[in-house]
């Protein structure tokens, strides 16, 4: 028997008594509730609008209800009294798409009014479903509603959307303006939390990002539920006027966004013939081909139509965003508390009062202030710097100046200095994101704008370009406390890794090309990076470091995948293409935080642990094989001749011989201005014996010392700068093959010295050189320190471990020295060398946090350290630094 | 049928996939996987920690072939996966009583 041939009734219940006449047969309904369903559907496929569509097929169910439910009533013989039919949720707001459930509650004036309705109610869900509609039904007496049922929060928010359909209409009245207003009301914190609960859980499900490539019109960040949940959480709060009122522009936005939404999710359904809400990417193809929801005819491209959807996705996304943070429901905890306050810190002088943090939020507080552009990107560098979000008001109050003229904008240019600043802070995601939403960022580097909401179909990637690219600086900076293991070997090298505003640079740029037109889309980013470093006044330098990051940021991935990271002669060939451990360094994060925002699992711990070998194993190369690799002037020619262009020399003759012989490092960690600037140095030793160089850089000073080689010159210098209270993080030891050494020191000036008082970098400069000649005692110097630094006691304690590598160098021994760092350890290690006799051909000085990572190359009249010679190095040393 | 189970290196792995594409098996299952054989493993010393690589990553393939199909396929992967180095993997394998498609219950080797 088919359905439509069965009776509107299953004949095996058993009827009621006095049942008068026969309902309406599914003959009958069946074929009169399809024809009406195809007449809806061709008349959206005829181009008319998904709201009119939503409501047709809310009016066929409503009739179809109302119909079988008045039927039943006649033949059961039966009085609506005490029964009444509600649609909830999308059903009861009269946005049913064509596929979804019919959510309905059967409400019973009374527990006896429930166990008379129960045959009629299954014989009306059973005709309903027979009749193609999906029916999701729920049962509750009026007693019933009045409780919170706490484990049921979704059936308290689908109430919220009531609307009566049949039956006792005096019952729904009573539920309706006693029962409800009264039970939510007491409710509300209840249902307030659940829904932030709900919501944030579902936004956390898909990444919290509305960019995916295919996405859930339906239930991802910026699908119709967030619609829903913003209206939801309106309601919840009216009363409470705690929220500014939504302006007529924004309501235009969000109906708009709606519509568009609606259309598509009516598309999906009939396309796929389920309540199937995944935009695919043949979908993507269809919809855009008969420009789906603009309403113009005109045929796009998917990935044009698809900017469409993100841009409604984004206003429905940002809206709920903004509702989500106007209450936290959940009390903030203690640690919270401190959190923010410790986040509120300082706000600028020079900002006044623009902006301050409140509950752990930037919050605008002078509105009109924020027309100068300067005020504007002073609180990105804030946010930034300290990983304080923008509120939602803050970020709305900057959009709001940004679009609306009234107040001429002032200082509309960012110069490199300020986005240098926030590139290189702790947390230049928590800046870069509410830039990118304003436009800002697209503004300051509009070649970002080429992957806006870009989708490129390769199966593997989940979102967007321009959000994948976002994602990989927001890895990198969860890395200050990473959320799971993967990130663990990764921390310490985002910590410390150098010029990290160029790194984040490269990661904004290295896939710009995928919007672009060129074949690869390396060479497409790299063209974007000429138009930028242009723009940006990048220094050459600068512009070099960004455009190998880019040009390379597939090569980490591909070694790692496809050649034996195990072999010797592989981490070679990849240490000679990087050149540098600095540059090592900083393509591994971008390797690390490229695979990573991939999707979620792309970053397998396998792979982590695969990327974080070959960087140990290159690092560990670059160390081992420092002074194997000597310069040899000649070869240089190009070097050679910028130098001579630089320093202004006739000839390179005199430029050779003070190259010849220095590790091939030096050439990797200075541009040729510096080397330049080097030999200008070397050609005014024979004049004064001892030159130095000092530049004070952004957190340091950096001291360049020339001066022909001597017994324990290095721990001389060390000395110096420990005796004046300086605090040495980085130096680097070469000698060339004339015997002049060649030191640079990287040093904090811990009790800012040289910064408060400027007459004392003559004196500074005077006591080095006076101590290096032999003119004036170090002694005296280091004992004023001695004291006051040894007092302290270090936070953590790090045990010294010396080791000895005879096999990784043919002319030295190398020495690796791990121990707490201190004031003045560099001149007790290097006085301990000088004292056995050893010579520094090479030192690479570094610290971390409280640990001193030191490696020496190593020499004893010219040859390798004897095996007791070792030995007695290690215990002076170890004596020394316990 | 037989199943065969291929322990292979990483940097192997294109390889052995394109190799085995050529004779017409691009059905198989890919596992990251660490191995720990007679290959021994090694310390690397990083900044003063130890970081023992005990295990060493490997690739893992999985596939159930036809009989018909079987030494061809090892005598492909074998040819791909091998440098002459100690670490290149083994090879599995095992015989399969069945193979059923969950879609439409059919079985033997026309469900593979």
Known sequence: MTTAARPGFDPAIPAAKNMQGSPTPLSVLGPRADAERQRIRQQFEAGT?????????????????????????????????????????????????PYSDLDILFLFGSERAEQESRPLISEFSRTLWDLGFRVSSAGRTLEECKRIEEDNAEFHLALLDRRFLAGDSGLFEKLDTKVLPASEKQARPFLLAQLHRLTRERLTRYGNTIFHLEANVKESPGGMRDYQATVWLRQILDEKKEIRKVTLAEEELSAAAVDFLSAIRCFLHYSNGRNDNTLTYELQAAAAERALGVGDGISRNAAE???????????????????????????????????NAARASRVEPDHGNYFMVRDGLLEVVDQPAFSDRAVTYSLFAEAARTGTPLSREAERSIGYILTHPEL?????????????????????????????????????????????????????????????????????????????????????????????????????LHDVGKGMPAENHITGSLAALDSAARRLKLSPEEKAEVQFLIEHHLDMSATVQRRDIFDPATVSAFAQSVVTQERMQRLCLLTYADIHSVNPEALTPWKAEMLWQLFVATSNHFSRTLDRDR????????????????????????????????????LAVHSAAEIAAHFALYQKLSADPVQTELIATRHAFSLTLLAADRPALFATIAGVLAGWGMNIIKADAFANAAGVVLDTFHFADLHRTLELNPSEI?????????????????????KSRESASRARTPKVAVETRI??????????TLMEIITQDHPGLLYEIGSALARLGCNIEVALIDTEGQKAIDVFYLTAQGKKLTAQKQELLREVLQGTLV | MMKIEAVIQPSRFESVKDALREIGIEGMTVTEVRGHGRQKGHTEVYR??????????????????????????????LKAAKTGKIGDGKIFLSKVEEAIRIRNEERGENAL
């Not at chain 1, 409604?312 to 903030?332: D, F, I, M, W």
């Not at chain 2, 920690?49 to 396929?73: F, G, H, Q, S, W």
């Open chain 1, 803 to 812: 080791n000895f590598d005879d096999t990784s160098s043919a002319h030295s």
């Open chain 2, 48 to 77: 003063g920690r130890e970081y023992t690589v005990d295990l060493l990553p490997k690739i893992k393939l999985e596939m159930v072939l036809p009989d018909a199909l079987v030494n061809r396929a090892v005598d492909t992967i």
């Open chain 1, 49 to 97: 609008g998904a709201r009119e569509t939503l409501r047709a097929l809310c009016e066929l169910a409503d009739h179809n209800i109302q119909q079988i439910f008045d039927d039943l009533l006649r033949v059961h013989n039966r009085e609506p009294q005490g029964l009444c039919l509600l649609a909830l949720g999308g059903y009861g707001r009269r946005m049913l798409f």
């Open chain 1, 762 to 782: 003559e004196r500074f400069r005077k006591s080095l050189a006076d101590v290096v000649m032999g003119k004036a005692p170090l002694e005296p110097l280091l």
């Open chain 1, 631 to 666: 310069l040899h002037a000649l070869d240089e020619v190009s070097l050679l001749e910028r130098v001579k262009a630089l320093a202004s020399v006739a000839g390179t003759e005199e430029i050779e011989r003070f190259l010849e012989g220095f590790p091939r490092r030096y």
């Open chain 1, 305 to 339: 139509w698809m900017r469409l959807y993100f841009r409604h996705a984004r206003t429905l996304n940002r809206q709920l965003l903004r509702y989500l943070e106007q209450k936290s429901p959940v009390p903030l905890t203690l640690r919270q508390r401190l959190l």
């Open chain 1, 408 to 508: 001429p904008p002032r200082n509309t240019e960012m110069p490199w200095s300020i986005l240098h600043e926030i590139l290189g802070s702790d947390y230049p995601g928590v800046a870069l994101r509410p830039m990118q939403r304003l436009g800002l960022l697209t503004q300051i580097l509009p070649e970002f704008g080429m992957i806006d909401s870009l989708v490129v179909r390769d199966f593997y990637h989940r979102y967007t370009v321009d959000e994948h690219s976002l994602r990989t600086i927001e890895h990198l900076q969860e890395l200050a406390d990473p959320p799971d293991t993967r990130g663990t070997h990764f921390v310490p090298l985002w910590k410390t890794v150098e010029r990290r505003d160029l790194l984040i640079l490269s990661l904004l």
